[in-house]
């Protein structure tokens, strides 16, 4: 057994019926970035970093039981990757118990950005209030200070709302209702009529997505006087698929009616400028090239049925290997000064977890999902990018850099009516 291993535990999500099954793609991401790692001769002085991974289906409670398995197995782990928020949080509630740092790839619950629950967390998937403060910058963009907001009752969408009230507070934009559901979407639709509801943000996952636009065709909540933010993370023709196997009474037509027009906003994965060379020396496109080669050796095929889940985060779990080695680099440095080494890393040292974490927080590279760094809460700052729906075609409107404040506009925003609609009822005075 060669001693100049470093070893870390990898907790994907593959194969499973709840959640995302993200590691499908994440995993042969992470193996690829393991293999570029450790061909660079000027990282890890000589160690070669070496990762365990097992399968959690995107479940806690079995993620908690791969975890203590990868702790009480050796050879002994120096850090843990993990995807699906409801894994890394179960995982980075423990992993702290055992001076653990904890890199995830896959997990946008705001409930993670908690220093006091979650000490060791970092994760260079964008939390999901990353969209917030981009919904508002288009809102002061457009004169709409009037919204209202239509969400599913979920965690994650719960969390994202409370930090949009606040910015929308904050800045003086008056939420006149906030309608949430469960499943079934007609009652908090319904209420939007009622309440005169003209800019809306929708935040569901993609199967109540169908729900809601069937119930805003049904009521007439679309066209040239009214505004929907829909997340922008749903395959690209979401709205007119599944129809039938979902029960919805809506056809095809109807639901491309409906959603005509509207805005999305989600995070930038994959770095814009697809002819950057980043730190591995890959452009973003050299990594869809050598993921998708991966995938296909995996026994998925990117243009068929077997898509893998994933593919989006792909370069999240890339990143985050290159964050992991990077600040092992950094650490080892910084241990060899007192005659150390990871090796003498343990899961009583903290110490050793101090050095771990300092190098951790301060990560800025240039990866293939743009540039990775992290807030002091963990989370990975990211670009954002704004779309709308044109003719059934996702058209390209700009970018947000929240850090800087700068929005990229591209002006090619088209509304239905010919211009900006306006977020309450105008009255014209007959002069
Ligand atoms: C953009 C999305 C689909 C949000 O959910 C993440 C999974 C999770 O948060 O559990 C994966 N990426």
Not at 41 to 67: I, R, T
Not at 240 to 267: F, K, S
Not at 349 to 378: C, H, M, P, R, W
Request: glycine letters at 6%; proline letters at 3%; a negative charge.
């Amino acid at each position: 057994k060669r001693d100049d291993d470093l070893h870390i535990g990898g907790i994907f999500p593959m194969e499973g019926e709840g959640g995302w099954q993200g590691g499908q793609a994440c995993k042969p991401a992470a193996e690829l970035a393991l293999a570029d790692v450790n061909a660079r001769s000027d990282l890890l002085s000589g160690f070669k970093l070496l990762l365990h991974s097992n399968d959690s289906k995107c479940e806690p409670g079995l993620g908690a039981s791969v975890m203590y398995n990868l702790l009480y197995n050796p050879p002994q782990k120096l850090l843990l990757l993990a995807g699906c928020s409801t894994v890394c949080t179960t995982v980075a509630e423990a992993a702290k118990m055992w001076n653990l740092m904890v890199l995830c790839y896959g997990a946008s619950s705001p409930a993670l950005s908690d220093r006091a629950r979650f000490p060791t967390l970092f994760r260079t998937h964008p939390s999901a209030t990353v969209h917030n403060p981009t919904r508002i910058k288009l809102m002061q963009k457009f004169g709409w200070s009037r919204i209202a907001i239509l969400q599913q009752a979920e965690e994650v969408f719960i969390s994202t709302v409370e930090d949009l009230e606040a910015h929308c507070k904050k800045v003086g934009i008056e939420i006149v209702t906030r309608q949430s559901f469960l499943s079934d979407p007609s009652d908090a639709v319904r209420n939007l009529r009622r309440q005169d509801a003209r800019v809306i943000v929708g935040l569901f996952y993609v199967v109540a997505a169908r729900r809601v636009l069937c119930e805003v065709y049904k009521h007439k909540l679309y066209g040239k006087s009214y505004v929907w933010f829909f997340i922008g993370w749903y395959e690209d023709n979401w709205f007119e698929t599944n129809l039938e196997r979902e029960g919805l009474d809506c056809t095809a037509e109807q639901m491309r009616e409906a959603a005509e027009g509207h805005l999305t906003t989600e995070a930038l994965m994959w770095n814009q400028n697809a002819n950057q060379t980043t730190i591995s020396g890959m452009t973003s496109e050299d990594f869809r090239s050598r993921l998708n080669e991966a995938l296909r050796e995996a026994g998925y095929n990117i243009d068929g049925e077997r898509f893998p889940e994933g593919y989006q985060e792909a370069p999240l779990a890339y990143d985050a290997v290159w964050s992991v080695a990077l600040a092992f680099n950094k650490t080892m440095e910084k241990l060899e000064k007192n005659g150390l080494s990871l090796k003498n890393f343990t899961y009583t040292n903290k110490k050793i977890a101090d050095d771990i974490y300092e190098a951790i927080n301060s990560t800025s590279f240039l990866g293939v999902s743009g540039l990775v760094a992290f807030s002091s809460q963990g989370d990975r700052i990211a670009l954002t990018q704004i779309e709308q729906l044109t003719d059934n075609h996702y058209v390209k409107l700009g970018y947000y850099d929240t850090q800087a404040d700068n929005l990229t506009w591209l002006d090619r925003e088209r509304w239905v009516g010919g211009k900006v609609p306006p977020d309450r009822t105008v009255v014209v005075n007959e002069l």
